[in-house]
């Protein structure tokens, strides 16, 4: 039995966002397949290094096993700045090294390196194991962990290439401490180099979801391209959804309440007089947990919108019932789970140009796009969304019409992915 170990910076229930779902979607799906599967995942709060050679936890109905181990020091925007900086803890080096030896894994998959050390892929790659490495976000480049700040161009996130010395600006400027760039500017040009070493000579496959956020990473950090795969994201088995009427638009935000994710963007457009004058004529509820307080004064001015908090992966189809809008309002992605749901479930989409969700909306035919760039550009298309109610009828269709592939189908290519690590074939 081939054994696999996934190394990602959480896991559900934990955290439910999209690294954390994938990852989850492939330890099912590769155990599932036959393969011997355990999962290396940071968790706050735990502060002791567990027995490497203890039995990790299997939960009820689960095929896999899940290790939960401290964080580095440095967690978040911090450990983006000093993880390739800092000096290694030297008790995070024994234990992985030991588990290592004990687990003797024929392929390590790193989906997130977040919140671990930098020297545990290192470590990996000199057992021998076959290395894998999916770039589910941009913390290899940017300092920030999203390049999303207060200096990011109209678009609203940092146009490639992220160099040291622009990513180091943009920090200074989101923590408001000029005196600082220089000491940055020196940490991101260290880190940059360490991820240029990694990318060619630690990973024997590299793997995105979308094309798009590929040539967008490349044209800061050029990789091997015999090494590198396009695997697009598919979604888990789900019970289809049943719609439920309603006497007005209904629109639904599902995710986390971030300025990533477009939060602000959306109380701008919902305050906005053309919308608060048609208040009567739709319903807006944002679905997620985040930053409560970017939502409250909407909350506020306009009688329409709700913020009723978090929800479960298993609660989507169920408010997908309520819904005959999606929005996908991110600044950036790189694939977009929530919108891949939107359509699965016949809900036609109001989204942004982030990567991944042009790849799957197609304007006037499954939803509308707007952009970020354009000022009005949002508020424009919900106005002519309310405007034109019988025109979501026809986008609905064009949602149902929309082929969104299955998970299994990503894991068959993940498998396929690793057979090519293994055998070292370009």
């Not at 789970?337 to 991944?356: C, D, K, M, N, W």
Request: net charge neutral; with cysteine.
């Amino acid at each position: 039995m081939a054994r696999a170990v996934l190394l990602v910076d959480a896991l559900p229930p934990r955290v439910v966002g999209g690294t954390p779902l994938v990852a989850y979607d492939y330890a099912v799906g590769l155990a599932a397949r036959g393969w011997d599967v355990e999962v290396v995942t940071p968790v706050v709060g735990i502060t002791e290094w567990p027995d490497p050679a203890s039995p990790p936890v299997r939960a009820e109905g689960e095929g896999f096993a899940r290790r939960e181990v401290p964080t580095t020091a440095a967690q978040g925007i911090a450990w983006a700045l000093e993880a390739a900086w800092s000096v290694p803890d030297p008790a995070a080096l024994r234990w992985f090294a030991s588990f290592l030896g004990g687990r003797r894994p024929d392929v390590v998959h790193v989906l997130s390196n977040v919140d671990v050390p930098l020297d545990w892929p290192e470590m990996a790659r000199r057992t021998g194991a076959a290395m894998v490495r999916s770039v589910t976000g941009p913390e290899d480049l940017c300092g920030l962990g999203h390049p999303t700040s207060p200096r990011a161009e109209a678009q609203g996130f940092c146009q490639a290439p992220l160099t040291p010395a622009r990513c180091a600006l943009c920090v200074a400027s989101t923590f408001q401490a000029p005196r600082r760039q220089a000491e940055w500017e020196q940490k991101l040009r260290w880190k940059r180099t360490r991820a240029a070493r990694h990318y060619a000579g630690v990973y024997d496959r590299i793997v995105f979801s979308t094309a798009t956020f590929r040539q967008y990473f490349e044209q800061t950090l050029p990789l091997p391209p015999e090494r590198v795969s396009v695997v697009e994201m598919g979604l888990p088995p789900a019970p289809p959804v049943a719609r439920r009427p309603g006497d007005r638009m209904r629109l639904v935000a599902l995710g986390q309440l971030h300025p990533t994710k477009g939060t602000p963007a959306l109380v701008d457009a919902f305050s906005h007089p053309a919308l608060l004058k048609r208040a009567g004529a739709y319903r807006l509820t944002f679905h997620g947990g985040g930053d409560s307080d970017l939502v409250a004064t909407l909350l506020g001015i306009n009688p329409s919108v709700s913020a009723p908090g978090p929800y479960r992966p298993e609660d989507v189809p169920s408010l997908l019932a309520d819904a005959d809008i999606g929005l996908s309002a991110s600044r950036f992605e790189t694939a977009h789970r929530v919108t891949r749901e939107y359509l699965r479930a016949g809900v036609p989409v109001i989204g942004s140009h982030a990567f991944g969700i042009p790849d799957v909306v197609r304007h006037g035919h499954n939803g509308l796009l707007f952009d970020h760039a354009l000022p009005g550009s949002l508020v424009g298309a919900l106005v002519e969304i309310l405007d034109q109610p019988a025109w979501v009828g026809d986008l609905a269709s064009g949602a149902r019409a929309t082929r969104i592939r299955s998970v299994d189908e990503e894991v068959d290519e993940i498998v396929e992915v690793y057979a090519q690590a293994r055998a070292g074939a370009p």
